[in-house]
């Protein structure tokens, strides 16, 4: 039974590069949040998705961050014309329908975005 | 609330000798408050949660209080071992997402 999985692990990319980050949440669940983290930070809610619908954007910016997560595939961050303060660690949690009311999330291994 | 560019706060323990880890929350109106373990270059694991009508659960080494006339939240582990030695983050469900709260590095000493 597989976790929750994110890739890349690490990405580098050059100021005004697009990222896109990727999750596949665990088998049977619905539900899916980004966090960002800086180092030696606590993780800062971005998105909550469920399939094909932004439930609560609120701690997305507002310009060059987008969020999705279609019927079939993985949930994508993606983060157009990077800049060197959008370096940080990307976490992707899922969760089911009793999990959810709970708070109880399955956290990924993060992807950590490098901004040159 | 969201740390905001702080460092985290450190806690020494002596191993075998028990941690308690503290938090304050904000919201009020949040329904479930969870406390989460994150090993350094991984992602925060569940522990334990705590429903806001309840004042103490307890797990495997683990209890949470929660004293809500003051908004306080704590994570007390019992015998703690070398493994033990993570970041801690407090959490609250609110009505739609889950925010954390600062972190606590906990060291445990051999």
């Known amino acids: 039974n597989a976790g929750v999985m994110q890739n890349p692990r690490h990405l580098v990319r050059r100021r005004g590069q697009e990222a896109r980050l990727r999750c596949s949440p665990m088998k049977g669940h619905s539900h899916v949040y980004w966090y960002r983290q800086l180092p030696e930070e606590g993780l800062k809610f971005m998105v909550y998705l469920q399939k094909e619908n932004i439930i609560d954007e609120s701690g997305m910016p507002k310009e060059r961050f987008s969020a999705e997560f279609p019927k079939e595939g993985p949930s994508i961050l993606r983060i157009q014309q990077v800049v060197r303060g959008d370096s940080a660690a990307y976490f992707c949690a899922s969760s089911d329908v009793n999990r959810k009311a709970t708070g109880e999330l399955f956290f990924g291994e993060g992807s950590r975005l490098t901004v040159l | 609330g969201e740390s905001v560019g702080l460092h985290l706060p450190t806690l020494s323990v002596q191993e075998g000798d028990n941690s308690i880890i503290n938090c304050a929350y904000s919201?009020?109106?949040?329904?479930?408050f969870i406390w989460y373990k994150q090993e350094s270059g991984k992602g925060p694991q569940f522990i334990i949660d705590?429903?806001?009508?309840?004042d103490k659960r307890q797990g495997q080494r683990v209890t949470v209080l929660l004293n809500k006339t003051v908004k306080h939240l704590s994570l007390q582990i019992a015998a703690t071992q070398p493994g033990d030695s993570a970041v801690y983050f407090c959490?609250?469900?609110?009505?739609?997402?889950?925010?954390f709260g600062t972190g606590t590095k906990l060291q445990v000493i051999p």
């Open positions: 959490a609250e469900k609110g009505y739609q997402k889950v925010t």
């Open positions: 919201n009020s109106a949040s329904d479930y």
């Open positions: 705590i429903r806001s009508n309840m």
